[in-house]
């Protein structure tokens, strides 16, 4: 492991705590409300898998798949969104993603569960940029902010590398 890019951000160990601690404030908010989770992926998966395990037996499962990114950066629009234009009335939604950075891709999903008409949605997320959003868009839950820094593992890839890694490592601005 010690080949591995950049320094480690957030231990497994660490990770499982604030899942559990997301897990037990997203519960008291919902209380007996059934909740439909929709995770997008492949970024979430980890996080969604971890955080579903803490959430009640009533929870529904989505998994969109879209994408914004190629390598380090945002190619500044989203793809995937088309298939998901369903009927989403009377149900509370709840959009779990990897990491909130320009706002990009959970802005559309949002305005997508809009048009869809669900009754309440709401966004959590495990990491949050520092300084990089632009699209107006906010997370009820948070796991960590970070600094503007690339960061790899627990879902996160880099080109389909590093994905599997049970830790988040940050990159160096050079990597
Ligand atoms: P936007 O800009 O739409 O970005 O808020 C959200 C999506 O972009 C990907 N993303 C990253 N993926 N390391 C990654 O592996 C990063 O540092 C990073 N920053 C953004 C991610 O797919 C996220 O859902």
């Given at each position: 492991?010690?080949?591995?890019?950049?320094?480690?951000?957030?231990?497994?160990?660490?990770?499982?705590?604030?899942?559990?601690?997301?897990?037990?404030?997203?519960?008291?908010?919902?209380?007996?409300?059934?909740?439909?989770?929709?995770?997008?992926?492949?970024?979430?998966?980890?996080?969604?898998?971890?955080?579903?395990?803490?959430?009640?037996?009533?929870?529904?499962?989505?998994?969109?798949?879209?994408?914004?990114?190629?390598?380090?950066?945002?190619?500044?629009?989203?793809?995937?969104?088309?298939?998901?234009?369903?009927?989403?009335?009377?149900?509370?939604?709840?959009?779990?993603?990897?990491?909130?950075?320009?706002?990009?891709?959970?802005?559309?999903?949002?305005?997508?569960?809009?048009?869809?008409?669900?009754?309440?949605?709401?966004?959590?997320?495990?990491?949050?940029?520092?300084?990089?959003?632009?699209?107006?868009?906010?997370?009820?839950?948070?796991?960590?902010?970070?600094?503007?820094?690339?960061?790899?593992?627990y879902g996160l890839d880099l080109d389909?590398?590093?994905?599997?890694?049970?830790?988040?490592?940050?990159?160096?601005?050079?990597?």
């Amino acid at each position: 492991m010690s080949d591995l890019p950049g320094k480690v951000l957030f231990s497994e160990d660490t990770l499982s705590e604030r899942i559990a601690e997301l897990g037990q404030s997203i519960c008291s908010h919902y209380g007996d409300k059934p909740i439909t989770v929709i995770g997008l992926m492949n970024g979430s998966l980890f996080f969604m898998a971890d955080l579903l395990r803490h959430l009640p037996v009533t929870t529904r499962l989505e998994c969109w798949r879209v994408s914004s990114y190629l390598g380090q950066r945002s190619t500044g629009k989203i793809q995937g969104l088309d298939s998901h234009q369903g009927d989403y009335r009377g149900r509370n939604v709840l959009i779990i993603d990897d990491i909130l950075d320009t706002g990009l891709t959970l802005a559309e999903v949002k305005r997508t569960l809009q048009a869809g008409q669900a009754s309440d949605i709401e966004i959590c997320v495990l990491l949050r940029k520092l300084g990089t959003l632009i699209h107006p868009i906010e997370a009820k839950w948070i796991g960590f902010e970070i600094p503007d820094q690339f960061v790899i593992g627990y879902g996160l890839d880099l080109d389909h590398q590093y994905r599997t890694l049970p830790m988040i490592r940050l990159l160096d601005k050079d990597n």
